[in-house]
């Protein structure tokens, strides 16, 4: 009974996560590295699809993740706002291999 | 998976180097830098630019953007520019100074360069303070800011009035295009490159000076948050005029 629950609920988030990844308009690359944690896309976010990472890069500053991937729209406002340059901003589904070598967060964005 | 060129929305500027930039976090500097960039690249101008750089905070600019530099004394870029715009008027020159240098100790340059209307584009960075020496008091300090060197604010008694330089090139007939603008919403960085890319043409088609007045926050020298800076910013724009002047 356990084993089918827990089977249940592997097919069942896995669904969701499709049907997530499937709504999702844009992808946001972050360039961890580069981030200095200022907070202005965050806010500037209008889907508050951006958080700040509890994690710090090499340089000590919190850096800014796409928690909430599902909600982007695609609409680049964090990138123009990013004073550092970090933000990559493309289609669903289309990530560009320069912003992935540089993204350490990028296995853990779906999940 | 393939990358397709046309599914990228926003990418980072070309023009801009490697290099991590020095300033503080949120710092407006580092957004101006990237507009400029996208528009240098944007115009194909990057083998055609002269940028004259200026002491202050943005004084290692030539480590960001990949373009020609040459850095001028405290507050001389203009007067550099003369020389270099008159020396090859093919390219374009601009200059990227900022309230410390320009409206202070560069006010006798910029006016008279601005007078004599030289073929170059002006980019003045406006944080109201001494951003790089820890923010005390500079000429355009609005009244009643409070900063290191004006504890209670800026009062006219004991200071003076803040010096509207943006609005005194605009008497000169030297100047062909004035333009106030703010990198702090996405609108106001949109707006920003347009009246940017408007002052590369004008200079590129000799009509005089341009001069692009960035009003930017300086986190650091007005202790507040990036956010909050912005906000505070926000508000003070509201009784500012925004846009073209000239």
């Known amino acids: 009974m356990n084993m089918h629950n827990t089977l249940f609920r592997d097919v069942h988030s896995a669904a969701l996560r499709t049907v997530h990844a499937m709504l999702q308009k844009g992808q946001v690359t972050i360039d961890a590295e580069r981030c200095k944690g200022c907070g202005l896309c965050v806010h500037t976010c209008p889907a508050q699809s951006l958080t700040l990472s509890q994690m710090v890069n090499s340089r000590g500053y919190v850096h800014s993740e796409q928690r909430f991937a599902n909600r982007c729209i695609g609409c680049a406002s964090c990138a123009l706002i990013c004073p550092d340059a970090c933000i990559t901003v493309s289609r669903r589904g289309h990530i560009p291999h320069h912003a992935m070598q540089h993204d350490s967060l990028w296995n853990n964005k779906l999940a | ?246």
Not at chain 2, 47 to 66: A, L, P, R, W
Not at chain 2, 86 to 97: G, I, M, S
Not at chain 2, 115 to 123: D, M, S
Not at chain 2, 131 to 143: D, V
């Open chain 2, 1 to 246: 998976m393939s990358v397709n060129t046309k599914d990228i929305v926003y990418h980072r500027p070309r023009l801009l180097t490697d290099n991590n930039m020095h300033y503080c976090p949120g710092c407006s500097h580092a957004a101006i830098h990237k507009i400029l960039a996208d528009v240098l690249s944007d115009m194909n101008l990057a083998d055609n630019v002269i940028g004259i750089g200026s002491v202050g905070c943005s004084v290692f600019i030539y480590n960001y953007i990949d373009i020609d530099w040459i850095e001028a004394a405290h507050g001389r870029a203009p007067a550099v520019a003369t020389a270099v715009s008159r020396l090859n008027p093919q390219k374009l020159v601009f200059t990227y100074q900022g309230d410390g240098d320009m409206a202070s100790i560069g006010t006798t340059e910029i006016i008279h360069a601005a007078n004599r209307g030289e073929n170059i584009t002006v980019i003045f960075i406006n944080n109201s303070v001494y951003g790089m020496t820890g923010g005390q008091m500079a000429p355009t300090t609005p009244l009643g800011m409070k900063t290191v060197t004006c504890p209670d604010g800026r009062n006219v008694e004991q200071n003076g009035y803040p010096l509207p330089i943006t609005d005194l090139l605009t008497r000169l007939p030297g100047t062909c295009f004035v333009s106030r603008e703010a990198v702090t919403t996405y609108k106001h960085v949109l707006h920003a490159k347009k009246a940017l890319r408007k002052a590369f043409q004008n200079t590129l088609e000799k009509r005089g000076t341009s001069v692009v007045e960035f009003v930017a926050t300086c986190c650091s020298g007005w202790k507040m948050s990036p956010v909050e800076a912005n906000e505070w910013l926000n508000t003070r724009m509201k009784q500012m005029k925004m846009g073209r002047l000239k």
